[in-house]
């Protein structure tokens, strides 16, 4: 053999080492890059309920959804006066009325059963950690993200069809005062397949978050209720039917649970019968709420009309109007008037 050819296989030999070092350095490199990019090092829960405390770091990501939260009832869960000084007055406020209004992440103490009360950060009354995050820091709703950035995302049946989700704090059988779900799923609303979050968080088309391009339908975290004044026009139908000798009102409740729906609350029938000359021979108010002891005038069901039959002269008239109360001490000034009709 002579030494070019040596040289040659020798020159041969270090090109194909050099060769099977740079594929293998391809297939790391390529390895480390997937690694990198496709399997993100999620936060944990203490890492995110911090960021939630301190940074507001749900309102970078969800602007339009931290809006609507943030003027939301569920937001001022805690702080508002109305509920403060109606829990000032219960006894075993802590173990009945404040777990609901300042509570532990349902989703670690368990959907349906009774929340525990936050040791602190009341202030933020109900918030997106309390119904969206698990103990892990996932992130549970309706929609899953395809990249997420900041959290883990789980697609949740029990978000989208919130009704037993809700139910945590709104049908709990040891407070029957705030139990709207019992009498939701006797409802003509269920029947239809309607749940919670259909009145009371209506559907929009918009981004998921800001790192995402594609509209989707999710909904509105406003939960819209007894402090809507276009809420409460809608719960309720109000219709005067005049016949010789008689005028009846009838009242048809459109909600989908209970009306009113809160023991606090309560709805007053006004009714007003006047002559010819407009002289007022008849004034009266009917108290309509979960305290009345008459089957008349106790809370009505969700799709139940009643009828209030009043007697009436050929030369009188009749003016209703159903208002709403929000609480026992809530001044007539106040109070909202959902419908009203004459005759």
Same mark, same amino acid.
Request: with cysteine; glycine share 4%; net charge neutral.
């Given at each position: 053999?002579?030494?070019a050819l040596i040289?040659?296989?020798?020159?041969?030999?270090?090109?194909?080492?050099?060769?099977?070092?740079?594929?293998?350095?391809?297939?790391?490199?390529?390895?480390?890059e997937?690694?990198?990019?496709?399997?993100?090092?999620?936060?944990?829960?203490?890492?995110?309920?911090?960021?939630?405390?301190?940074?507001?770091?749900?309102?970078?990501?969800?602007?339009?959804?931290?809006?609507e939260?943030?003027?939301?009832?569920?937001?001022?869960?805690?702080?508002?006066?109305?509920?403060?000084?109606?829990?000032?007055?219960?006894?075993?406020?802590?173990?009945?009325?404040?777990?609901?209004?300042?509570?532990?992440?349902?989703?670690?103490?368990?959907?349906?059963?009774?929340?525990?009360?936050?040791?602190?950060?009341?202030k933020?009354?109900?918030?997106?950690?309390v119904?969206?995050?698990?103990?892990?820091?996932?992130?549970?709703?309706?929609?899953?993200?395809?990249?997420?950035?900041?959290?883990?995302?789980?697609?949740?049946?029990?978000?989208?069809?919130?009704?037993?989700?809700c139910?945590?704090?709104?049908?709990?059988?040891?407070?029957?005062e705030?139990?709207?779900?019992?009498?939701?799923?006797?409802?003509?609303a269920?029947?239809?397949?309607?749940?919670?979050?259909?009145?009371?968080?209506?559907?929009?088309?918009?981004?998921?978050?800001?790192?995402?391009?594609?509209?989707? +339908? $999710? /909904?509105?975290?406003?939960? #819209? !209720?007894?402090?809507?004044?276009?809420?409460?026009k809608s *719960?309720?139908? @109000?219709? &005067?039917?005049?016949?010789?000798?008689?005028? +009846? $009102? /009838?009242?048809?409740?459109? #909600? !989908?649970?209970?009306?009113?729906?809160?023991?606090?609350? *309560?709805?007053? @029938?006004? &009714?007003?019968?006047?002559?010819?000359?407009g +002289? $007022?021979?008849?004034?009266?108010?009917?108290?309509?709420?979960?305290?009345?002891s008459?089957?008349?005038?106790?809370? @009505?069901?969700?799709?139940?009309?009643?009828?209030?039959?009043?007697s009436?002269?050929?030369?009188?008239?009749?003016?209703?109007?159903?208002?709403?109360r929000?609480?026992p001490?809530?001044?007539?000034?106040?109070?909202?008037?959902?419908?009203?009709?004459?005759?």
């Amino acid at each position: 053999m002579t030494l070019a050819l040596i040289v040659r296989l020798a020159l041969i030999c270090l090109l194909l080492t050099l060769i099977m070092f740079c594929a293998a350095q391809v297939e790391t490199a390529d390895e480390m890059e997937q690694d990198s990019i496709f399997e993100p090092s999620y936060l944990s829960y203490d890492d995110i309920y911090r960021d939630f405390t301190q940074k507001k770091m749900c309102k970078r990501c969800h602007p339009a959804i931290w809006r609507e939260w943030e003027r939301s009832m569920h937001a001022k869960a805690w702080e508002d006066p109305i509920y403060q000084e109606a829990a000032s007055q219960v006894e075993d406020r802590e173990k009945k009325c404040d777990p609901c209004h300042a509570p532990e992440p349902i989703l670690i103490t368990g959907i349906g059963k009774m929340p525990k009360l936050r040791a602190e950060d009341r202030k933020y009354g109900v918030s997106c950690i309390v119904c969206h995050i698990d103990a892990h820091g996932a992130m549970h709703g309706p929609h899953k993200s395809e990249n997420p950035m900041y959290h883990a995302n789980v697609t949740s049946e029990a978000h989208a069809k919130p009704t037993e989700l809700c139910a945590t704090c709104h049908g709990q059988p040891s407070v029957p005062e705030h139990n709207q779900v019992d009498s939701f799923k006797n409802s003509p609303a269920a029947e239809k397949g309607l749940n919670c979050a259909s009145c009371h968080m209506p559907a929009v088309k918009r981004q998921l978050s800001v790192h995402t391009y594609e509209t989707v +339908t $999710v /909904r509105r975290h406003t939960w #819209a !209720g007894s402090r809507s004044v276009s809420k409460l026009k809608s *719960a309720v139908n @109000l219709k &005067v039917v005049r016949t010789e000798g008689k005028a +009846t $009102v /009838r009242l048809t409740n459109k #909600a !989908g649970h209970l009306l009113p729906g809160d023991a606090l609350r *309560a709805i007053i @029938l006004e &009714v007003k019968i006047a002559d010819s000359s407009g +002289t $007022v021979n008849r004034d009266e108010q009917v108290l309509i709420s979960a305290l009345s002891s008459k089957p008349e005038t106790s809370r @009505l069901l969700p799709g139940e009309t009643r009828d209030f039959v009043y007697s009436l002269s050929d030369t009188e008239t009749i003016e209703v109007k159903l208002r709403y109360r929000l609480t026992p001490t809530t001044p007539e000034t106040e109070w909202v008037t959902m419908a009203e009709g004459s005759q």
